[in-house]
């Protein structure tokens, strides 16, 4: 694997403390706070090395940034071992407080009734340009003081459909959409079914949450804005690689009283794989003049 895949093997892979606690490593991915992503996906990890299935959804609430120059135990709490379902709480401590509490819940596949959604229609990953050469044709528009930060390389590999400049967000109707997987293969000896699922989890925090911005001409680099992740959800309905592609259709229902409601849905080999719900704090506040 390339180091970048390498790293976020890594960043998913939590180190045993004791029965029901782990200890994961932090990393700066997004700016001084921990990226909501991280926290999703080691969560799920934590949650899932004490069950024998694979996670089928997952509920989880942030409740303060986390600190990228610390570590964070994840605490699991067996509340059910049933022949069908089995359900975990995970809480994320750092600094003695918890930062971020989930519940999730794991089943095996089993045969019943089938449908989905209809799969929208959007050009192949392979005709799309990757969100790093789409970033290095914005560099006359990026501050100096954020564009080492922007320009870093993102541990997974984003093509996006929708191409647009943060840096001069126009309102936009509230869809979005790119394809996503890791930049290599997950190696035979981690090839686990909740390592990809926690991959899933880390990358579906990626522009979900700006998605309810874009009616407004907003993004997350706007200087007025105040934004955070709330809550998210994510439902795995079928197996899925996260190295392989896979569709991120995102869209937003309503802003309201300083929050965005966002859906999301992830195909894979024409398929619906994966659900996911998240509102976002969208609070405006007044800029100080010099």
């Known amino acids: 694997m390339n180091t970048l895949t390498q790293e976020l093997v890594e960043l998913l892979t939590l180190e045993k403390l004791e029965d029901n606690i782990y200890r994961g490593i932090s990393r700066n991915l997004v700016g001084k706070r921990v990226f ?49 379902f ?34 929208p229609s959007y050009p192949a990953p392979e005709t799309l ?19 080492a930060s922007f320009m870093r390389n993102r541990h997974i590999e984003i093509r996006p459909v929708n191409i647009d400049n943060p840096f001069q967000p126009q309102p936009e109707a509230p869809y979005y959409a790119h394809y996503l997987r890791t930049h290599d293969q997950i190696a035979t000896e981690v090839d686990e079914i909740s390592l990809h699922q926690a991959i899933v989890a880390f990358y579906s925090d990626f522009t979900l949450m700006t998605t309810a911005l874009r009616p407004h001409g ?17 439902y ?11 569709l991120y259709d995102m869209e937003a229902t309503v802003s309201a009283s300083s929050r965005g409601l966002n859906f999301g849905r992830m195909w894979q080999n024409g398929q619906l794989v994966c659900s996911t719900v998240q509102e976002g704090l969208m609070r405006l506040r007044e800029i100080e003049t010099q």
């Open 129 to 147: 340009k990757a969100e790093q050469e789409l970033k290095e044709g914005l560099i006359s528009f990026i501050p100096e003081n954020v564009r």
């Open 236 to 246: 795995f309905h079928r197996p899925l690689r996260a190295d392989e592609w896979m």
């Open 218 to 234: 907003l993004s997350y680099l706007s200087p007025s804005l105040q934004c955070a992740s709330l809550d998210h959800a994510i």
């Open 86 to 119: 089995i359900s975990r709480q995970v809480r994320a401590i750092q600094h003695g407080r918890t930062i971020f509490s989930a519940m999730v819940s794991f089943a095996e596949p089993e045969e019943g009734l089938n449908y989905q959604h209809q799969e």
């Open 36 to 84: 909501g992503g991280q926290v999703l996906g080691q969560a799920l990890r934590a949650a899932s090395y004490t069950a024998d299935r694979p996670a089928h959804s997952m509920h989880a609430y942030f409740l303060f940034g986390g600190d990228v120059n610390a570590p964070i135990i994840y605490e699991v709490e067996r509340l059910r071992d049933g022949k069908s």
